[in-house]
């Protein structure tokens, strides 16, 4: 079975400070992967996807995220961020043939002015 | 381009009221789906459609059924409303290789 783990429920960063959230799956093939946002009380947004390729992949708003395949992670990344970043952020995998995706329990991103 | 659409977006119930929750999509996708967001558990998926005519359960389905009525349309029942039900519901649809694309939520309160 495919599980989703985000170690971290809740971090704090300042206003122009790097960011980094973990993400580590399980998963028995090639998987698809993914990062969503949800600002309160929206939907998910598509933030940046893995399918093949480069193990970097960027996405909107400046974020970026590597898949390293012997850690079995794909941690989101961006260099400065932003007050308007200050969100939950959920990483997803999917690829079973259902087309589902299974996802981590999320990161409430807090940020300090 | 409206993508996904939910309605309503807040709801509030008696335990034993039934109600269908409503999604519709434009991008021409042929997969749908129905998730729940409860506090420290991400999404868990409900039902999900691989395409038009077809529905199969996913990871909670007790307690819910499923429609899709046509390519576009996606409806969820509940029967029964139970407290346990009291939860934030997402729909989305689904393009190549996976990628979804959700709806703005359905926050639902079962009393």
């Known amino acids: 079975a495919q599980s989703v783990t985000q170690p971290d429920i809740h971090i704090t960063v300042s206003e122009g400070a790097s960011l980094e959230l973990r993400c580590n799956y399980s998963?028995?093939?090639?998987?698809?992967l993914f990062w969503y946002v949800q600002s309160p009380g929206q939907g998910l947004q598509l933030l940046l996807k893995?399918?093949?390729?480069?193990?970097l992949v960027q996405g909107i708003k400046g974020f970026e995220a590597e898949f390293k395949r012997s850690q079995s992670s794909f941690n989101l990344r961006k260099p400065s961020v932003h007050w308007s970043d200050a969100a939950e952020y959920f990483c997803?995998?999917?690829?079973?043939?259902?087309?589902?995706?299974?996802f981590g329990s999320g990161t409430r991103l807090q940020v300090q002015p | 381009n409206a993508g996904v659409t939910q309605t309503p977006k807040f709801q509030v119930l008696k335990t034993g009221q039934s109600m269908t929750l409503q999604c519709a999509q434009d991008?021409?996708?042929?997969?749908m789906y129905w998730y729940r967001q409860d506090p420290g558990m991400g999404l868990r998926l409900i039902y999900y459609?691989?395409?038009?005519?077809?529905?199969d359960k996913g990871e909670v389905p007790n307690g819910y059924n499923v429609s899709r009525l046509n390519k576009r349309e996606f409806s969820l029942r509940l029967e029964s409303a139970a407290p346990s039900q009291t939860s934030v519901y997402f729909c989305?649809?689904?393009?190549?290789?996976?990628?979804?694309?959700f709806g703005p939520g359905t926050r639902l309160t079962v009393l």
């Open positions: 989305a649809s689904g393009a190549a290789l996976d990628t979804q694309y």
């Open positions: 998963y028995g093939a090639t998987p698809y």
């Open positions: 893995y399918f093949s390729g480069d193990t």
């Open positions: 997803a995998v999917g690829g079973t043939g259902r087309r589902a995706l299974t």
């Open positions: 991008m021409n996708h042929n997969s």
């Open positions: 459609s691989a395409s038009e005519g077809t529905t």
